[in-house]
């Protein structure tokens, strides 16, 4: 791995200069992005291929870990096996243009934090590199060039790529070496699940939970170095852990 030397211009915040950080690595799902209520896409398809929703979609979401993982196909092949699991057996070609029926509306299900644009457009502006790592498969990658956010990072790990789930050590190795940063000069911001904060303190990172009030929030603080409320938030935590690590190379 190339390490590069710190950058010569800091990040500043609030008057404050942020010089530790070299790197931050962001969650893509409930941390930039978020789903709303209604996600219509399954119904639909679920209506063009004559499957029974009930039946068909538990057996959809049993194949999430293996699909993010690249072993089943992307959701082309998700959908194509969970029917067959379900007893109703469909063509590739039909399961194809279901999906390409309706992937604007499962697009349309999903919005950027308004926050997002403005941090991650102030942390290129101050020369900070950027990388997303995900747990996603081929459509949550669509969602993300969908929604423009491609063009704000530097490094792009999804995990259906790499053929690892966080928090698999191998996966955030994979973006801080495209980033050419060591793991203690990157930051990791998260919502927490499925431990991401965990196995970004394995590496070396600097972890940062921002805490939506979810369901795996309570165990994902004990992860976290620093807790924030929303994106607003992470700029003055970058910037106070900055000068904790100053203080104490004193």
Same mark, same amino acid.
């Given at each position: 791995?190339?390490?590069?030397?710190?950058?010569?211009?800091?990040?500043?915040?609030?008057?404050?200069?942020?010089?530790?950080?070299?790197?931050?690595?962001?969650?893509?799902?409930?941390?930039?992005?978020?789903?709303?209520?209604?996600?219509?896409?399954?119904?639909?398809?679920?209506?063009?291929? *004559?499957?029974?929703?009930?039946?068909?979609?538990?057996?959809?979401?049993?194949?999430?870990?293996?699909?993010?993982?690249?072993?089943?196909?992307?959701?082309?092949?998700?959908?194509?096996?969970?029917?067959?699991?379900?007893?109703?057996?469909?063509?590739?070609?039909?399961?194809?243009?279901?999906?390409?029926?309706?992937?604007?509306?499962?697009?349309?299900?999903?919005?950027?934090?308004?926050?997002?644009?403005?941090?991650?457009?102030?942390?290129?502006?101050?020369?900070?590199?950027?990388?997303?790592?995900?747990?996603?498969?081929?459509?949550?990658?669509?969602?993300?060039?969908?929604?423009?956010?491609?063009?704000?990072? *530097?490094?792009?790990?999804?995990?259906?790529?790499?053929?690892?789930?966080?928090?698999?050590?191998?996966?955030?190795?994979?973006?801080?070496?495209?980033?050419?940063?060591?793991?203690?000069?990157?930051?990791?911001?998260?919502?927490?699940?499925?431990?991401?904060?965990?196995?970004?303190?394995?590496?070396?990172?600097?972890?940062?939970?921002?805490?939506?009030?979810?369901?795996?929030? *309570?165990?994902?603080?004990?992860?976290? @170095?620093?807790?924030?409320? @929303?994106?607003?938030?992470?700029?003055?935590?970058?910037?106070?852990?900055?000068?904790?690590?100053?203080?104490?190379?004193?």
């Amino acid at each position: 791995m190339i390490i590069h030397d710190p950058p010569t211009l800091p990040i500043r915040s609030g008057g404050t200069i942020i010089s530790a950080f070299q790197g931050v690595c962001f969650d893509l799902f409930s941390t930039l992005v978020h789903r709303t209520p209604d996600n219509p896409f399954f119904r639909h398809v679920a209506k063009d291929l *004559d499957l029974d929703l009930e039946t068909w979609k538990p057996a959809y979401d049993k194949l999430h870990d293996e699909t993010m993982e690249g072993v089943v196909p992307g959701i082309v092949g998700r959908i194509s096996l969970s029917a067959t699991i379900a007893g109703t057996p469909c063509s590739t070609q039909a399961v194809h243009a279901a999906v390409e029926r309706h992937f604007p509306g499962m697009a349309a299900s999903f919005e950027v934090d308004p926050q997002a644009t403005p941090l991650l457009d102030q942390l290129r502006e101050q020369g900070c590199s950027l990388a997303l790592v995900s747990n996603a498969s081929d459509h949550a990658e669509w969602i993300f060039d969908h929604l423009g956010l491609r063009e704000y990072f *530097d490094a792009t790990v999804f995990s259906h790529r790499v053929k690892r789930l966080k928090p698999h050590p191998d996966i955030y190795l994979h973006a801080i070496d495209e980033l050419g940063i060591a793991g203690p000069s990157c930051a990791f911001i998260g919502d927490g699940q499925h431990h991401e904060l965990l196995g970004a303190r394995g590496v070396g990172m600097t972890t940062i939970l921002i805490d939506r009030r979810l369901p795996h929030s *309570d165990a994902a603080r004990a992860e976290a @170095d620093t807790v924030v409320d @929303d994106l607003a938030g992470v700029p003055d935590a970058l910037t106070e852990m900055s000068a904790a690590r100053e203080l104490l190379r004193k």
